[in-house]
């Protein structure tokens, strides 16, 4: 079975229906993320991968997600307005999703069958997507947006 994540369709934060096929081409980070986590400053460094790459073919996807400790229990608007306020993130963000659980989004059941495959952990794990759509590297949360290994994974994909 194919990983890729094409077939898969997704809602903008606003609400609009996004197939995932548009991407298709495109060098993806798909993080699931969380206003209230400790790991919510890393919102400044996915915009600065973002701004930095975007040009080359880089897209940053994300997706709030309250599964976790209950980090992200706000409305997609308070979200966005979060998000834009408070880090300037012009990424595109999507709506809440479930990342693990019963009630998991489609996207997160095919990413979490990738190598490594697993549940999400926690706020802030990365996929990496090639251009095809395929998932190519997972990063814990812990992993920064600015660390060398993320930054290098990203450089090759646009490369390819």
């Known amino acids: 079975m194919s990983n890729a994540i ?15 096929k548009d991407y298709t081409g495109k060098v993806l980070l798909i993080v699931n993320l969380a206003s209230y986590c400790g790991y919510t400053p890393q919102y400044k460094g996915l915009e600065a991968l973002y701004q930095k790459y975007r040009a080359q ?13 209950a980090q992200e229990p706000d409305s997609n608007d308070k979200i966005a307005q979060f998000c834009e306020t408070r880090y300037g993130v012009t990424f595109p963000l999507f709506d ?65």
């Open 6 to 20: 094409a077939d898969i369709s997704v809602k903008t934060i606003t609400g609009t229906e996004q197939s995932l």
């Open 57 to 69: 073919g880089l897209e940053v996807l994300g997706f709030p997600c309250n599964d976790y400790g």
């Open 96 to 160: 809440k999703v479930h990342a693990k659980g019963s009630e998991q989004h489609p996207l997160y059941t095919r990413l979490t069958q990738t190598a490594p495959a697993g549940d999400v952990a926690w706020n802030f794990e990365k996929f990496l997507v090639n251009k095809q759509g395929e998932v190519v590297s997972r990063y814990k949360s812990a992993v920064a947006p600015d660390a060398a290994e993320l930054i290098s994974a990203i450089e090759k994909q646009l490369a390819a």
